[in-house]
């Protein structure tokens, strides 16, 4: 852990919010240190070094390939703001954890470590706890010659299936659950509103 020290500086903060912030401030450096939050294995306050990024004894800092704000955006839209690893919606708890929120952020099909680059065609949305995995253990993702041989084994109906999912770029999901994702975006306020009118038309107004 020495070299997370020294990226850290000599005035490491004891304080737990405060070094969970100048640990989020590593991250752009290539820092990987999960917490409970990011892997519910982990006890609360416990840390783990998965990767070591840049630290001042390696020389000066290397140049940053940022993904910009406006990528984010059109990556985000492109793909519903919803996973394209497991599905979850931006703030949706994952099955079995009401508790739990979703965090999306943009992730790259093939990993800066391996030479991807931040064009658009190479960035997919992922939440959090998916986009760790993807990033360092699955490394560089199939290729259409690697996955065609499965795919012409698969019956009319399931190619049916694949097909409608992906003239849709993602599950075909129903009525409900696309106006869900639309409610999704509405402001808090809004939000509050609708669930208030919802219980009105199913159980009258005033009714609890």
Not at 28 to 44: A, F, I, Q, Y
Not at 77 to 89: A, F, H, P, Q, S
Not at 106 to 128: A, Y
Not at 133 to 149: A, D, F, S, W
Request: proline residues 7%; hydrophobic residues 30%.
């Amino acid at each position: 852990m020495g070299d997370l020290r020294r990226a850290l500086g000599e005035d490491a903060p004891n304080n737990a919010e405060h070094l969970n912030r100048r640990l989020r401030n590593l991250r752009p450096d290539g820092w990987e240190v999960p917490t409970n939050k990011d892997d519910r294995t982990l006890p609360v306050g416990t840390y783990r070094l998965d990767v070591k990024g840049w630290h001042p004894a390696l020389g000066p800092r290397p140049k940053r390939d940022a993904v910009s704000a406006r990528q984010r955006r059109r990556v985000f839209d492109r793909d519903g703001w919803r996973c394209v690893v497991c599905g979850v919606g931006s703030g949706e708890s994952y099955p079995g954890e009401p508790g739990s929120r979703a965090v999306l952020t943009v992730g790259h099909r093939i990993p800066r470590e391996l030479g991807g680059s931040t064009e658009l065609d190479n960035l997919q949305t992922q939440c959090k706890r998916c986009n760790e995995p993807v990033r360092h253990e699955l490394g560089l993702p199939e290729t259409l010659t690697e996955l065609l041989p499965e795919i012409r084994s698969f019956r009319k109906q399931e190619l049916n299936t694949l097909l409608s999912w992906m003239q849709a770029r993602q599950r075909i999901r129903n009525r409900v659950d696309m106006v869900y994702d639309r409610i999704r975006r509405l402001s808090a306020s809004e939000y509050d509103e609708l669930a208030k009118t919802l219980h009105d038309m199913l159980y009258g107004p005033g009714n609890a």
